[in-house]
């Protein structure tokens, strides 16, 4: 057990390899050893879930591995998992065995297609796996390659524009976050605790003086800032999120799945994991910012996303409306809000993976995605008669994005606003509108696009298939099991959320 996170970090890059050795003229031969790859991945995080101890909020002693990497520095090849990254490594695992199953019918580059996800993959483990600051950085820059490439070739008619923008406003955060690292590194004494994200931990800076351009700065203040920046661009929180729209509206259908599903996720488990664990004070500081911020994030992006008539720009903007929920659920730094965060995190890379998928779905079928077309004209009518297991799916993923009680939206906004009712009550009430927002422009949606005449195109559409069927319903699974019954994840994260909140709660600002 105790190579575990190695074996389920390092599997996907096997599997990269695996491929540039495969003939790429045997097509289904990659695609099947991607998925069995992935499979096996997947499979791996089942065993590490089911030997968690879920009572312990610190690392888990049984699966941690801490070895020299760069000596000379300080650096380490340092893993770990806790309560918070847990989840999140679940939902990795999970979102790229199902995006192989949805990229079967990419014809374009097959080999290197398929060899970029993978290589995608373990780089999104590294982050949530990392416990060196250091190497942290290292996986938070290399994800941008394949996500670059994987955008920029195989995405849509502006796709090296969306895949510029997303590299160049992720690079600006980068810089931003390796400067917090180097001064960390330098105030830290150059100890072997230097990059150690745990070692960092409790606000041990907050007396700490920057002196720069004949100032004497807050250290602490300043350099959560630049933190903050550099993950808030990922989240995106307003006003760093005009990369977005752009990125999933271009993306191919699976790496739109993957941005929306966890990359945006690792926005938020940079302040879990990194900005308010080291700098409690600064975060305590500015968190009605942070809420406020989360308050715009909720109703802009309801807004933007009622004036989308592409579905899939409508879904893109809906993220960043739903990700203002878990901003403000970390903003509240209260046992119930930053539970609801995580479990937000979780159950929106569910909800979305879904609504993306079904969007691909339907792209495949109509080469377009125009709920009203330019010219005025219905994009698509009748969709519900003429598809009708594709539209049962739909129903359920749409409700689900929506927060319908049962289903799993529903228990982690509750939670979140549960959390910061007390401390921000205005926000609060103003929040709820967010939420209304979006049942409205959802509502919209599957009210032009499913009811009304059957256009004569759409009764060319063939309904889902078997393999469509098969990827689309481990995750109505998931929205239904955890709106009903949430305990295996609430238990899986409480301690360590419970440990972290503690932290902040013992800080005096």
Same mark, same amino acid.
């Given at each position: 057990m105790h190579n575990l996170l190695n074996y389920i970090l390092w599997f996907p890059v096997l599997g990269m390899l695996g491929i540039v050795f495969i003939p790429g003229k045997q097509e289904n031969t990659i695609r099947y050893w991607a998925l069995l790859n992935t499979l096996i991945t997947f499979g791996l995080t089942l065993v590490l879930y089911c030997k968690f101890d879920s009572t312990v909020g610190d690392m888990q002693s049984l699966f941690t591995i801490n070895k020299p990497w760069i000596p000379s520095f300080h650096i380490f090849y340092a893993l770990g +998992?806790? =309560?918070i990254s847990l989840p999140m490594i679940l939902l990795t695992a999970l979102l790229f065995f199902l995006c192989i199953l949805s990229s079967w019918t990419v014809g374009k580059s097959v080999k290197s297609y398929f060899a970029l996800l993978l290589m995608l993959e373990s780089t999104v483990f590294g982050v949530f796996m990392s416990l060196d600051f250091f190497l942290f950085y290292v996986y938070w820059e290399v994800m941008l390659l394949p996500m670059f490439f994987l955008i =920029?070739? @195989? #995405? =849509? !008619? %502006?796709r090296e524009y969306a895949a510029v923008k997303f590299f160049l406003y992720t690079f600006f955060g980068s810089i931003l976050m390796l400067l917090g690292i180097i001064a960390l590194y330098m105030v830290s004494g150059q100890t072997e605790e230097s990059f150690n994200i745990l070692a960092l931990s409790g606000g041990k800076w907050s007396k700490e003086v920057l002196n720069i351009f004949g100032f004497s700065l807050p250290f602490a203040k300043i350099f959560f800032l630049a933190m903050f920046v550099g993950f808030a661009i990922k989240v995106p929180v307003f006003p760093f999120h005009t990369w977005l729209p752009h990125a999933h509206v271009q993306a191919p259908t699976a790496v739109s799945v993957i941005l929306a599903g966890v990359l945006l996720k690792m926005g938020t488990y940079g302040f879990l994991r990194?900005? &308010? *664990?080291? &700098?409690p !004070?600064?975060?305590i500081y500015f968190s009605s910012a942070i809420a406020w911020l989360g308050l715009i994030n909720v109703i802009y992006g309801a807004l933007c996303a009622m004036a989308q008539t592409d579905v899939k720009k409508l879904v893109a903007y809906s993220s960043v409306s739903h990700? =203002?929920?878990v901003m403000l659920g970390l903003a509240a730094m209260t046992v119930q809000g930053m539970n609801g965060a995580v479990l937000q995190m979780f159950n929106h890379g569910t909800s979305t993976a879904m609504m993306f998928l079904l969007i691909g779905i339907l792209y495949e079928r109509s080469h377009h995605r125009w709920? +009203?077309? *330019?010219? #005025?004209?219905k994009g698509f009518g009748g969709l519900y008669t003429q598809l009708p297991r594709y539209s049962i799916v739909f129903i359920i993923a749409m409700f689900a994005s929506m927060g319908l009680p049962g289903l799993s939206g529903f228990i982690s906004e509750a939670l979140i606003f549960l959390g910061i009712y007390q401390k921000f009550t205005t926000i609060t009430a103003l929040a709820l509108f967010g939420l209304l927002i979006g049942a409205?422009?959802?509502? @919209?949606?599957f009210k032009r696009m499913f009811f009304g005449p059957v256009l004569d195109e759409v009764k060319?559409? %063939?309904?889902?298939n078997a393999r469509e069927i098969f990827y689309m319903v481990p995750l109505c699974v998931c929205v239904v099991v955890f709106g009903i019954f949430p305990s295996p994840l609430l238990n899986m994260m409480k301690a360590s959320v419970g440990k972290l909140v503690s932290m902040l709660a013992g800080i005096h600002v």
């Open positions: +998992v806790d =309560g =920029g070739i @195989w #995405g =849509g !008619e %502006n990194i900005a &308010f *664990p080291i &700098f !004070e600064a975060s990700m =203002g929920f709920i +009203v077309k *330019p010219d #005025g004209t409205a422009y959802l509502l @919209w949606m060319k559409y %063939n309904d889902m």
